[in-house]
Nanobody, 122 residues
Framework: VQLQASGGGSVQSGGSLRLSCAAS????????MGWSRQAPGRDREFIAG????????NYADAVKGRFTISRDNAKNLVYLQMNSLKAEDTAVYYC????????????????WGQGTQVTVSS
């Protein structure tokens, strides 16, 4: 199983970034997918999750209304569109996968990607 995240970078407060996650080595359409993040000195936290068919999503309160998760099972890709970024969104973002969305939401997914850094300057 490989989860390759990309799209991180540095942006000013109020800006946007789109993260991508390329999945391989497992049947993506069997898995719920999501994103977690870890800021310096803090525990990893759930950000967004999407069920295997893509029909339902879930977000942490901190990003609700600003971030959007989506997936393209045909292309084995998962996205996180991040708008209205704030300095407190600065973190390493991880693409994650699990058979159950609940495991993603409680930050215990079976599979983790390598992370991509997002830095938001105020």
């Amino acid at each position: 199983v490989q989860l390759q995240a990309s799209g991180g970078g540095s942006v000013q407060s109020g800006g946007s970034l789109r993260l991508s996650c390329a999945a391989s080595g497992f049947p993506l359409d069997y898995y719920a997918m999501g994103w977690s993040r870890q800021a310096p000195g803090r525990d990893r936290e759930f950000i967004a999750g999407i069920i295997k068919g893509g029909g339902s999503t879930n977000y942490a309160d901190a990003v609700k209304g600003r971030f959007t998760i989506s997936r393209d099972n045909a292309k084995n890709l998962v996205y996180l569109q991040m708008n209205s970024l704030k300095a407190e969104d600065t973190a390493v973002y991880y693409c994650v996968a699990d058979l159950k969305l609940h495991s993603i939401m409680v930050v215990t997914p079976e599979h983790w990607g390598q992370g991509t850094q997002v830095t938001v300057s105020s």
